[in-house]
Every structure is written in C-alpha cells, then in structure tokens.
C-alpha cells in the first residue's frame, strides 16, 4: 500500500513560471514532510521541510503548501530555472520514527 | 566535513555472486539508513541501524539480504546470490542522534547492476 501518492509524474515548465508538485498521505500520524531534490546519478538532496503547525513555509524560490485536512502538501517553485530541472521526491514520517516514506518522484524539465 | 560516503559507486554482478555496499556516515552521525531506488521508482525504506544494532528491518527482504553497522567501520549492506531483480541503485543516509529523521543526509549511492 503506497502511503504517500505523488503528482504528476513528469512536468515540462516554461523558464520563469511556476512548478507545481502535489503530495497526498495516507496515514494521520505523519507529522514531517520534507521535499528532496535529485539530479541524474546523485543522492536525494534535502531542499526544504514542514510540520502540520504552519501551513506555508518558504525557502527563497521554494514553498511547501500543507493542507492537513485534506491530508496534502505541495511544492511551489517559482520562478522556475532550467537549473531547476531535476526528480522532486515528497516524503513524510512521523516523531519517534526516523525512516522516511517517499512518493514516486516528479521528473521537472524546465525549458529555457 | 564530508557527506556521506558510499562505495563503490558502481558495481557489477553476475548472477549468483555476493554484493557488498558500504556507507560511511558523516562524522557525529550515528544513524544509518538504506534505501533502494528502482528505474522511476521512489526510494523504499530497507533498514535503519544505529551502532551495533538494527533498529527496524522491516523493508529488507528476508533472505539474501543482511546489513550490519559495526563499531568501527563503514555501514555495509550484504546481498548474497544476487538475481537481475537486485539490480538499483541503493542509497545510504545518516543523521545525527538528536535530529533524527529532520535531516537525514544521502550518499550518492552505489549503482548496482546485476548480469
């Protein structure tokens, strides 16, 4: 059972517009939820990461949208910048439990 | 301060043959966790060790896989008589003990390719 549905799966984003991926959870105890960046043949990179206390976060170009009774979170790239273009992982876990629960991937190309 | 640190980064099997996967942690960190990648797959959870133990297991298959984090020396993730189906790439990641899961750091995994 995947607990963590992650859309879409591939984008294609005009340089300078905004880059949407959206994340929906499952499982109600989940309580972090951090987006990861990968480029081709690196680690997952941490880029930013909310807690259901606050309904936004920002880091610079980056926004985590947190909708808890929907049970979804998104992130906003504005802005966006063919440096941009790399696979965007959501994931979630909750307090006491370190492992992480990670959607499919959003495969991003922004085009110049 | 070095990341994480896998090794190698590639390697190639063939059928029937044992695979060792190591992961250095970063310096403090006494966390590790492995994750595999399938083609346009997310990363499945596979084991969480600190020093000496094993914490959860619950996403490693039962048999032919093992992992173990010594006392001293790098993480290695084990997979014994490896089938085409192991063939991923497998992600360490580490974190320090007081942080846990809020900044867990990857390697840049080891490509494992099974002929």
């Known amino acids: ?112 | 301060n070095a990341g994480v640190m896998q090794n190698p980064r590639h390697l190639v099997r063939r059928r029937g043959q044992e695979a060792r996967l190591r992961c250095s942690p970063m310096k403090g960190h006494s966390h590790v966790y492995w994750y595999r990648q399938l083609p346009e797959e997310g990363l499945k959870f596979m084991v969480y060790l600190q020093k000496e133990n094993i914490i959860d297991e619950s996403g490693m298959p039962k048999e032919r896989f093992s992992a173990e984090f010594p006392k001293e020396g790098p993480s290695i993730l084990r997979i014994q008589q490896v089938v085409r189906g192991d063939s991923a790439a497998y992600f360490c990641a580490s974190s320090p003990p007081e942080l846990m899961n809020t900044e867990a750091f990857f390697g840049q995994g080891t490509r494992l390719t099974v002929v």
């Open chain 1, 1 to 112: 059972q995947q607990q963590v549905k992650q859309s879409p799966q591939s984008l294609i984003v005009q340089k300078g517009g905004i880059s949407i991926i959206n994340c929906a959870y499952e499982n109600t105890a989940f309580d972090y939820f951090p987006w990861y960046q990968q480029f081709p043949g690196k680690g997952p990179a941490l880029l930013i990461a909310i807690r259901p206390d606050v309904s936004e976060k920002k880091e610079g170009r980056f926004t985590i949208s947190f909708n808890k009774s929907a049970k979804q979170f998104s992130l906003h790239i504005m802005d966006s910048q063919p440096g941009d273009s790399a696979t965007y992982f959501c994931a979630a876990s909750y307090s006491g439990y370190s492992t992480l629960t990670f959607g499919k991937g959003t495969m991003l190309l922004v085009s110049p």
